[in-house]
């Protein structure tokens, strides 16, 4: 097991040594002192297992994710039965399956399927996801541009291009209890990453067609609070067009997350 700290405050880092020390199987920890995003951290431990050639499968997931036992041993089974099987997510029970709109990026509809097994999805959520050797090998690791959200959409859809097959097991089960809500840096990232993702896999014309339609929501939000979604911050928004304008990828500004109370170590 292979735990990479993305700057985890003193308190909480002192937790995690005495646990992985202590831990039955051998745990390394790898500490980057810093948030540098899911994306970037994960290729640090993705780096890590493919230079050691091993086992046929990595599994992700973020520290609050709770897989259901049982939940590995069913992803990998479901997804070795398929040769061609690159990337695969667990289930978390919301009935649904990640897909990629080719102007609104990656989002969830209604699941098609029904019952346990393989269904085929555009791309694998990152509340838990495994990944072939030879799919990571052949299409790199996350992008890393993207900071968080979004990069899972990135690479699910470099493996398909690539000929790899990309799917959700269902009934193998994972929770999520501690997920965030939503902060002017999320909507920041899911702007500006969502228009980045359209772009470079749908096209500039469809990446304008985004910009328009966001630059509108945004519009009518300020002029009209009722319509605002749950996730709405006016600045987050703003900095997010703006910025996927200028190129300007990575950690989301301090500014923002100052506004949250969150700390600023993870900002450029």
């Known amino acids: 097991m292979l735990v990479v700290d993305n700057g985890s405050e003193p308190e909480a880092l002192s937790r995690l040594r005495t646990a992985s020390s202590a831990a039955g199987p051998p745990v390394e920890v790898i500490e980057l002192g810093r948030n540098t995003g899911f994306g970037p951290a994960a290729n640090v431990g993705f ?125 193998a089960r994972v929770t999520n209890p501690t997920m965030r809500s939503g902060s002017p840096a999320v909507d920041y990232l899911m702007h500006r990453n969502t228009l980045l993702l359209v772009r470079e896999h749908s096209g500039r014309y469809h990446a304008g067609i985004r910009f328009v339609i966001a630059g509108w929501q945004l519009a009518r939000g300020l002029v009209q609070p009722s319509s605002r979604p749950l996730l709405f911050s006016a600045t987050g928004r703003a900095r997010g067009m703006l910025d996927f304008l200028l190129g300007r990828y990575g950690p989301p500004p301090a500014s923002l997350l100052l506004q949250a109370g969150e700390p600023a170590s993870a900002a450029a």
């Open 47 to 171: 780096r890590r297992w493919l230079e050691r050639g091993a086992g046929a499968w990595v599994a992700l997931a973020p520290h609050d994710a709770l897989p259901a036992p049982g939940t590995l041993k069913a992803m990998i089974a479901a997804a070795e039965a398929r040769p061609r099987a690159g990337l695969a997510c667990a289930d978390v029970g919301d009935g649904h399956v990640p897909v990629v709109d080719p102007y609104f990026g990656g989002m969830t509809v209604p699941a098609t399927g029904t019952g346990a097994g393989w269904e085929p999805v555009d791309y694998p959520h990152g509340t838990l996801l495994i990944a072939r050797r030879p799919c990571l090998a052949e299409i790199g690791l996350f992008d890393e541009r993207y900071f968080a959200y979004c990069e899972e959409a990135d690479l699910g859809l470099r493996a398909r291009a690539a000929g790899w097959e990309v799917g959700l097991v269902r009934g």
